[in-house]
């Protein structure tokens, strides 16, 4: 876990995000071509995924979002991996990892729910459930 | 809380440099995240050198600047100048050829850079070799060494066919490990965790390299976190060839660091030996109809003109590049295609020895070294209009990049439509069953 409190609109990505090239770091928008979430921003969002996938070439994407101002604002992994461990030492950005399988986040969690994550307690609040207005990232 | 040796308390107190500080603070930093108590030593390293495109978010003249923000996470400008003393590291692909530019559209100015960032991780004691396959040239960890790799299939063939032990990090995590000598005891660096968690029942037929590539895809893509799977079916003549690029596939399609082939891989001797006495967690069943699927979900449909064709990820061994020049003898690419075949360098000279080079270029193809169209991107893959790969991962990574079709065969498919000029629906897999 990285320790922090951050409040924001989720963005849930259920088979993750791909390495290398699977976002655009200038602005944060996925590409990956067969994510569900492709076209839309990382940027500003919490962050929901099962762990890191593809390339090795994971954290690097995510860290050079960090610099280019296009980083997330917190991160949630149901559980961590060594990919998704360098990328949260990488941006330091509040991060909870390793969830029971019965609290599986990428399942309670929907994308434009408002979330409130604790990284020192470890603790995730569905503040507000998301309107189909609010889906469109 | 991660316990420290005296070397490690030498570097934390800064006394071997600013550079190795860092790189440990790092490396402590991650091993917080993950919980682990302890660290290793990394003997072997590959590392990404070069001007990369994502690098470009940070615009500056100077390679230790960007090192600096980007590798080490750091504002100040900590110079890169030294590597673990312990360690083999050798560089992994940049995104230019080793010796050429103008094949690709990349102007003089942009090589030059790379070319300079190049120098940089060599003078720190990188040893610049600009491949994803870096047993090619002899980066071999052995079982039970520690390893760090920025390519994700070699962390699987690692792990899996070498019984070495590394996880897949990222590309900071590699140059701070290859820096400092150290990454964290956690995952497949600790015994018990190695175990299978996952057994797969293969009832495919399961022959071509464009075979395997499929069964990476078909058993990454339904795998959770941190699975381990060992894979059962009838794999006779299953070779090393086969092997990496099942690994190479496996590891783009899931976050999978590491699998067991039953009978094959050094701590499968059985399904029962992976397993190590634990219960599994789940099996999947890969059929004809999932090697189909996975093909689907990368080839694009239809029929059409094409004029890129590329071979060779991970980058071709020297095998490789002879049975294309057996395929290849007499025909003529299309005047309309680019046909390139990508290795290391040392490989490009025993095919300019063996005058394999000589027989690529007469049918009017091209061997490039160091690189590949993915990681050169935009600059190169803007100029065509229909692509043509014999790897998975390489087809997908540029479709993410292309709203042009993209196509994905074996490598005699990808040869016929290179010579044709267009990709035509009998080049489609399954060929010939």
Same mark, same amino acid.
């Given at each position: 876990?990285?320790?922090?409190?951050?409040?924001?609109? =989720?963005?849930?990505?259920?088979?993750?995000?791909?390495?290398?090239?699977?976002?655009?770091?200038?602005?944060?928008?996925?590409?990956?071509?067969?994510?569900?979430?492709?076209?839309?921003?990382?940027?500003?969002?919490?962050?929901?995924?099962?762990?890191?996938?593809?390339?090795?070439?994971?954290?690097?994407?995510?860290? =050079?979002?960090?610099?280019?101002?296009?980083?997330?604002?917190?991160?949630?992994?149901?559980?961590?991996?060594?990919?998704?461990?360098? =990328?949260? =030492?990488?941006?330091?950005?509040?991060?909870?990892?390793?969830?029971?399988?019965?609290?599986?986040?990428?399942?309670?969690?929907?994308?434009?729910?408002?979330?409130?994550?604790?990284?020192?307690?470890?603790?995730?609040?569905?503040?507000?459930?998301?309107?189909?207005?609010?889906?469109?990232? | 809380?991660?316990?420290?040796?005296?070397?490690?308390?030498? $570097? $934390?107190?800064?006394?071997?440099?600013?550079?190795?500080?860092?790189?440990?603070?790092?490396?402590?930093?991650?091993?917080?995240?993950?919980? /682990?108590?302890?660290?290793?030593?990394?003997?072997?390293?590959?590392?990404?050198?070069?001007?990369?495109?994502?690098?470009?978010?940070?615009?500056?003249?100077?390679?230790?600047?960007? *090192?600096?923000?980007?590798?080490?996470?750091?504002?100040?400008?900590?110079?890169?100048?030294?590597?673990?003393?312990?360690?083999?590291?050798?560089?992994?692909?940049?995104?230019?050829?080793?010796?050429?530019?103008?094949?690709?559209?990349?102007?003089?100015?942009?090589?030059?850079?790379?070319?300079?960032?190049?120098?940089?991780?060599?003078?720190?004691?990188?040893?610049?070799?600009?491949?994803?396959?870096?047993?090619?040239?002899?980066?071999?960890?052995?079982?039970?060494?520690?390893?760090?790799?920025?390519?994700?299939?070699?962390?699987?063939?690692?792990?899996?066919?070498?019984?070495?032990?590394?996880?897949?990090?990222?590309?900071?995590?590699? *140059?701070?490990?290859?820096?400092?000598?150290?990454?964290?005891?956690?995952?497949?660096?600790?015994?018990?965790?190695?175990?299978?968690?996952?057994?797969?029942?293969?009832?495919?037929?399961?022959?071509?390299?464009?075979?395997?590539? $499929?069964?990476?895809?078909?058993?990454?893509?339904?795998?959770?976190?941190?699975?381990?799977?060992?894979?059962?079916?009838?794999?006779?003549?299953?070779?090393?060839?086969?092997?990496?690029?099942?690994?190479?596939?496996?590891?783009?399609?899931?976050?999978?660091?590491?699998?067991?082939?039953?009978?094959?891989?050094?701590?499968?001797?059985?399904?029962?030996?992976?397993?190590?006495?634990?219960?599994?967690?789940?099996?999947?069943?890969?059929?004809?109809?999932?090697?189909?699927?996975?093909?689907? /979900?990368?080839?694009?449909?239809?029929?059409?003109?094409?004029? *890129?064709?590329?071979?060779?990820?991970?980058?071709?061994?020297?095998?490789?590049?002879?049975?294309?020049?057996?395929?290849?003898?007499?025909?003529?690419?299309?005047?309309?295609?680019?046909?390139?075949?990508?290795?290391?360098?040392?490989?490009?000279?025993?095919?300019?020895?063996?005058?394999?080079?000589?027989?690529?270029?007469?049918?009017?193809?091209?061997?490039?070294?160091?690189?590949?169209?993915?990681?050169?991107?935009?600059?190169?893959?803007?100029?065509?209009?229909? *692509?043509?790969?014999?790897?998975?991962?390489?087809?997908?990574?540029?479709?993410?990049?292309?709203?042009?079709?993209?196509?994905?065969?074996?490598?005699?498919?990808?040869?016929?439509?290179?010579?044709?000029?267009?990709?035509?629906?009998?080049?489609?897999?399954?060929?010939?069953?």
């Amino acid at each position: 876990m990285i320790p922090g409190i951050v409040e924001g609109q =989720a963005l849930v990505c259920p088979k993750s995000i791909t390495g290398w090239g699977g976002i655009d770091p200038k602005t944060g928008i996925i590409k990956e071509y067969e994510n569900v979430n492709r076209g839309k921003s990382i940027k500003g969002k919490i962050l929901v995924m099962p762990g890191s996938k593809g390339s090795n070439g994971w954290s690097c994407y995510f860290g =050079a979002a960090r610099v280019s101002g296009a980083a997330p604002l917190g991160w949630i992994f149901t559980r961590i991996d060594s990919s998704a461990g360098v =990328a949260a =030492a990488v941006l330091q950005i509040p991060t909870v990892v390793d969830f029971p399988e019965d609290r599986d986040p990428c399942r309670l969690i929907k994308s434009g729910d408002r979330v409130r994550l604790n990284g020192r307690s470890g603790k995730v609040e569905i503040l507000e459930a998301a309107g189909s207005e609010d889906e469109s990232g | 809380m991660v316990r420290l040796d005296d070397y490690e308390k030498r $570097l $934390l107190a800064g006394k071997e440099g600013r550079l190795k500080q860092v790189c440990l603070e790092n490396i402590l930093r991650y091993a917080e995240v993950l919980g /682990a108590g302890q660290l290793c030593e990394v003997t072997k390293a590959i590392v990404f050198c070069g001007a990369h495109n994502y690098l470009n978010v940070k615009p500056s003249d100077t390679p230790d600047e960007i *090192f600096s923000r980007m590798n080490l996470a750091v504002e100040e400008i900590v110079p890169f100048d030294q590597t673990y003393e312990n360690c083999y590291i050798q560089s992994c692909i940049s995104p230019c050829d080793q010796y050429e530019h103008e094949p690709f559209t990349q102007s003089g100015e942009f090589f030059k850079k790379n070319a300079e960032f190049l120098e940089q991780a060599r003078r720190a004691g990188v040893i610049i070799t600009g491949t994803c396959a870096p047993y090619l040239t002899g980066w071999l960890p052995i079982r039970g060494e520690h390893f760090v790799t920025t390519e994700s299939g070699v962390t699987v063939m690692g792990n899996s066919i070498w019984g070495a032990m590394g996880n897949s990090d990222g590309i900071e995590a590699a *140059f701070w490990s290859a820096i400092c000598g150290r990454t964290p005891k956690w995952g497949n660096h600790v015994e018990e965790n190695r175990a299978a968690t996952h057994v797969v029942e293969v009832q495919a037929q399961v022959n071509s390299l464009l075979e395997w590539d $499929l069964l990476g895809r078909a058993i990454g893509d339904p795998l959770p976190t941190r699975a381990v799977p060992v894979i059962r079916g009838d794999f006779r003549g299953v070779t090393f060839q086969c092997l990496r690029q099942l690994c190479t596939t496996l590891a783009i399609s899931s976050n999978c660091e590491m699998c067991h082939l039953d009978g094959y891989t050094p701590e499968a001797r059985s399904v029962e030996d992976a397993l190590r006495g634990k219960k599994p967690a789940g099996t999947l069943v890969i059929d004809e109809q999932a090697l189909q699927q996975a093909y689907e /979900a990368v080839c694009d449909p239809g029929e059409g003109e094409i004029d *890129f064709v590329s071979l060779g990820c991970p980058h071709y061994d020297i095998d490789q590049i002879k049975r294309v020049c057996d395929y290849l003898k007499g025909k003529h690419i299309s005047p309309n295609v680019h046909f390139m075949l990508w290795t290391v360098y040392p490989i490009k000279a025993m095919a300019d020895e063996n005058g394999y080079t000589r027989i690529i270029e007469a049918a009017g193809g091209h061997i490039y070294t160091s690189s590949c169209p993915g990681s050169m991107g935009e600059v190169f893959l803007s100029n065509y209009n229909g *692509f043509v790969f014999d790897s998975l991962k390489q087809a997908g990574s540029i479709k993410s990049e292309t709203s042009r079709p993209v196509y994905f065969a074996d490598v005699q498919a990808c040869i016929d439509a290179a010579v044709a000029g267009r990709w035509k629906v009998k080049h489609r897999w399954p060929r010939s069953r």
